[in-house]
């Protein structure tokens, strides 16, 4: 069945880099996301990978795409007070749906 | 453009009770979502309608039910409502094609 996994907590110091893993099940998934979700609000996506490529790099983001081991990652550089959050990977599915891991809440220490 | 509105943001039911989550998108999206939101339990599907004039159950559909009114438009019903569905609500719409989604900002669902 289709399943995303992913660490329930992550703890930081501000200026670190953060690392957030997820794997997923389903190998025909064509897409993977992440999304940021912050306190009171709606999930807002931060970025996505085509399921051809194995690394996209958005700024402070990069997303590592590991095909085989069905293991995605995100990695935020010079991590800041303001990227606390609780992330969300997911994999798009048959008929344009998405599953969504539980989420990761990132906690940046200053 | 406001993205994905939902209404209201905060609801106090008590049981029994019926209510309409009402959703609305104007990014000319063609899928829309509903997703309710629970503690340690991530984003669980309840229905979602790919096009206007259908819809599909998702992954906890039971106690709910939904009309794609138009294109923009997407509501949900609890005709009776439990405490376990004591819960934050999110709609969504995605892009066709890459299928990323847009979320509105969650409904605050409180069943006593």
């Known amino acids: 069945g289709e399943d995303v996994e992913q660490s329930l907590f992550l703890s930081v110091r501000e200026g670190d880099s953060s690392v957030i893993n997820c794997t997923y099940t389903d190998s025909s998934s064509t897409y993977l996301y992440w999304y940021k979700q912050e306190p009171g609000a709606g999930l807002q996506l931060l970025t996505y990978i085509f399921s051809n490529m194995d690394m996209k790099q958005d700024q402070r983001l990069t997303v590592l795409l590991n095909k085989k081991d069905k293991h995605l990652s995100l990695r935020i550089a010079d991590t800041q007070t303001g990227d606390s959050a609780i992330y969300f990977c997911a994999e798009n599915t048959n008929a344009g749906k998405s599953t969504f891991g539980d989420g990761t809440t990132l906690t940046v220490k200053p | 453009n406001a993205g994905v509105t939902q209404t209201p943001k905060f609801q106090v039911l008590k049981t029994g009770q019926s209510m309409t989550l009402q959703c609305a998108q104007d990014m000319n999206h063609n899928s829309m979502y509903w997703y309710r939101q629970d503690p340690g339990m991530g984003l669980r599907l309840i229905y979602y309608?790919?096009?206007?004039?259908?819809?599909d159950k998702g992954e906890v559909p039971n106690g709910y039910n939904v009309s794609r009114l138009n294109k923009r438009e997407f509501s949900l019903r609890l005709e009776s409502a439990a405490p376990s569905q004591t819960s934050v609500y999110f709609c969504?719409?995605?892009?066709?094609?890459?299928?990323?989604?847009?979320f509105g900002p969650g409904t605050r669902l409180t069943v006593t």
């Open positions: 309608s790919a096009s206007e004039g259908t819809t």
């Open positions: 969504a719409s995605s892009v066709q094609g890459t299928d990323e989604q847009y």
